[in-house]
């Protein structure tokens, strides 16, 4: 593990370079989450991933050929 005083130093480094850093620029960098996700939660990922693979089940040509792209 990192003694002490190298992690004082990172978390110094971290903070003067956020302090250094325009508000601007910030926010710009910030992610922002989709709208679905920030109304929904995880509900629309976990129908998507549903969905995908209940259509992969109905037509099975379709996801051998996306597991064939892959390894070309």
Do not use: C
């Amino acid at each position: 593990m990192a003694s002490g005083d190298e992690l004082v130093k990172y978390i110094t480094e971290r903070v003067v370079n956020y302090m250094e850093t325009p508000k601007e620029e910030r926010r710009k960098q910030k992610y922002k989450e989709p709208w679905t996700v920030k109304w929904f939660g995880m509900i629309p990922f976990g129908l998507s991933q549903w969905g995908g693979r209940a259509a992969d089940k109905r037509h099975p040509k379709r996801r051998k050929t996306k597991i064939r792209n892959l390894h070309d």
